[in-house]
Nanobody, 127 residues
Framework: QVQLVESGGGLVQAGGSLRLSCIAS????????VGWFRQAPGNEREFVAA????????NYGDSMKGRFTISRDDAKNTVYPQMNSLKPEDTAVYYC????????????????????WGQGTQVTVSS
């Protein structure tokens, strides 16, 4: 099992940017897909994006497509989502999650696909 810790959340004005991070311990990310979800008060947790660690292919959900990009640092075992052009409706707790890669173009997107979760980091966008 991999342990995940997110950081980088905070308060930002609409139109601004924020970079989060997710660092893994216990295991490396090498055989995993690292995903990001978010959950606003009263809403279900929704898929934002995922990156396959080996090879770096990415998959983005509709909620932040075009405004959310993922980079990774192999040496630090860390994933860095960059969020741009933030809107008040992006206010949510953002969660990092990891799923074991199953091969064959596997693209996990649901909560059930991911077995390891971080504690979440709050992002608040003011208007």
């Amino acid at each position: 099992q991999v342990q995940l810790v997110e950081s980088g959340g905070g308060l930002v004005q609409a139109g601004g940017s924020l970079r989060l991070s997710c660092i893994a311990s216990g295991r490396t990310f090498m055989t995993y897909v690292v995903g990001w979800f978010r959950q606003a008060p009263g809403n279900e947790r929704e898929f934002v994006a995922a990156v396959k660690w080996s090879g770096g292919s990415t998959n983005y959900g509709d909620s932040m497509k075009g405004r959310f990009t993922i980079s990774r640092d192999d040496a630090k075992n860390t994933v860095y989502p960059q969020m741009n052009s933030l809107k008040p409706e992006d206010t949510a707790v953002y969660y990092c999650a990891a799923a074991r890669y199953r091969g064959g173009g596997y693209e996990p997107k649901t909560i059930a696909d991911f077995g390891s979760w971080g504690q979440g980091t709050q992002v608040t966008v003011s208007s």
